[in-house]
């Protein structure tokens, strides 16, 4: 385990976010998504959002987390996490809104070159921490499919699969997801 620690995000981090958040789909999600889709992607219209996720965020229960990795003579943010009340982006087609006690991922990302070294780990628990403190009881997070590399890291920590999925339509391209949970007090 790297020397580490997870603190809220603040809008100056809003870049290093978005360009976390495009590295790792460029790198993780290369042969899931067509390669011109990753390529548009804009890291500043990125940043952009990130830094209202930070700012504006619709409630005090979403957060956004970042993961800093000490080094002798300099830190460095390494990854993130979102997540929030359960809205209509953690629901399966057609489903009804879930309970106010589901907080939703929306995301969680380490950056490849300095993945499996506690960062994800630090990230969830303190995500949660934070959603014990604001009263949610179980958590849900959509993982694609293909992404054994998520699905295996959320259910080493007592993530199983709820039973909902969806496809993401992806420039005609339908990305299949399938949908986790957990209870939140024996996360």
């Known amino acids: 385990?790297?020397?580490?620690?997870?603190?809220?995000?603040?809008?100056?981090?809003?870049?290093?976010?978005?360009?976390?958040?495009?590295?790792?789909?460029?790198?993780?999600?290369?042969?899931?998504?067509?390669?011109?889709?990753?390529?548009?992607?804009?890291?500043?219209?990125?940043?952009?959002?990130?830094t209202e996720a930070i700012t504006a965020a619709p409630s005090a229960r979403h957060r956004v987390l970042i993961a800093v990795e000490?080094?002798?003579?300099?830190?460095?943010?390494?990854?993130?996490?979102?997540?929030?009340?359960?809205?209509?982006?953690?629901?399966?087609?057609?489903?009804?809104?879930?309970?106010?006690?589901?907080?939703?991922?929306?995301?969680?990302?380490?950056?490849?070159?300095?993945?499996r070294r506690g960062h994800g780990s630090r990230l969830l628990a303190a995500a949660v921490d934070n959603w014990r403190d604001d009263g949610f009881r179980t958590a849900v997070a959509w993982v694609y499919d293909a992404d054994s590399v998520m699905r295996e890291f959320l259910g080493s920590t007592g993530w199983e699969p709820d039973g909902a999925s969806r496809a993401l339509d992806v420039d005609d391209l339908l990305v299949p997801q399938i949908r986790l949970h957990v209870a939140v007090s024996g996360a």
Do not use: C, N
């Open 70 to 115: 000490q080094g002798e003579s300099s830190a460095h943010v390494v990854g993130f996490a979102a997540s929030g009340p359960a809205d209509e982006q953690a629901l399966a087609p057609e489903e009804k809104p879930l309970p106010e006690d589901v907080a939703a991922v929306t995301d969680l990302l380490i950056e490849p070159r300095w993945g």
């Open 1 to 50: 385990m790297a020397l580490g620690f997870v603190r809220p995000a603040r809008p100056e981090d809003a870049g290093e976010i978005a360009r976390i958040q495009l590295s790792t789909w460029r790198s993780a999600y290369r042969r899931m998504f067509p390669a011109h889709v990753l390529a548009g992607l804009d890291e500043g219209y990125l940043a952009r959002g990130w």
